[in-house]
């Protein structure tokens, strides 16, 4: 089945850059499908972060853009986020998620999540 | 302040009825359809309700999604102590280019 699993630093120092990488297993990243970011801060709401198309075709968050890259890697079966210039309130549990497209137009498939914590 | 407004709190005893409302805009809801997400505490959230009122496979037909212009709303009958979780709303927003969620909803069973 289709998995997700989520890896990167469980802390960063603020000012620094949040890197995370998130594996698909069970399924082609190369399929006509949205990989996106989605994260929760700690005992609050979803906030999406953007997603990125095979092709590296990408959607951010208008409030995260200009602190936001996606990539993707096709040979890996992989994509991954990196956020520049965090603080505290980047603190969260980050979510990798598939956006179906065929069937749903929602994201179908998460990773189980990673907490990261902004602290020097 | 999330662009999708829900009640932060809902609560029923086993059996009953509850509704949970989900408020937008033109254009996100009244544009767009609407997803319902269930998070379990402790765990990745799980699509419930896609394109307004569909059920993915595997959902049970106690959960039921409706919208009428700018606004949505998630339906939840013959109420289960295993329904208690937080619930979002999620559409796209035309003016943001972006996804937008509901703050959540804590759904408590008595």
């Known amino acids: 089945q289709v998995q997700l699993q989520e890896s990167g630093p469980g802390l960063v120092k603020p000012s620094d850059t949040l890197s995370l990488t998130c594996a698909v297993s069970g399924y082609s990243i190369n399929n006509n499908n949205w990989w996106g970011w989605i994260r929760q801060p700690p005992g609050k709401g979803l906030e999406w972060i953007g997603y990125?198309?095979?092709?590296?075709?990408?959607y951010y968050s208008p409030s995260l853009k200009s602190r936001v890259t996606m990539s993707v890697d096709t040979s890996k079966n992989q994509f991954s986020l990196k956020l520049n210039s965090v603080t505290a309130v980047d603190t969260a549990v980050y979510y990798c998620?598939?956006?179906?497209?065929?069937?749903?137009?929602?994201?179908?498939?998460w990773g189980q999540g990673t907490m990261v914590t902004v602290s020097s | 302040q999330s662009v999708l407004t829900q009640p932060p709190s809902a609560s029923g005893t086993p059996g009953q009825r509850v509704t949970i409302s989900c408020s937008g805009s033109y254009y996100n809801i009244e544009t767009n359809p609407v997803n319902w997400y269930l998070q379990l505490p402790g765990t990745a959230p799980k699509l419930l309700i896609y394109s307004n009122s569909q059920r993915p496979s595997g959902v049970p037909d106690r959960f039921s999604g409706s919208k009428s212009g700018t606004s949505a709303s998630l339906a939840i009958s013959g109420l289960l102590s295993e329904d208690e979780a937080d619930y979002y709303c999620?559409?796209?927003?035309?003016?943001?280019?972006?996804?937008?969620f509901g703050g959540g909803t804590k759904l408590t069973v008595l």
């Open positions: 990125i198309y095979y092709t590296g075709s990408t």
């Open positions: 999620a559409s796209w927003d035309d003016s943001l280019t972006g996804w937008v």
């Open positions: 998620a598939r956006k179906d497209e065929e069937n749903y137009d929602a994201f179908d498939i």
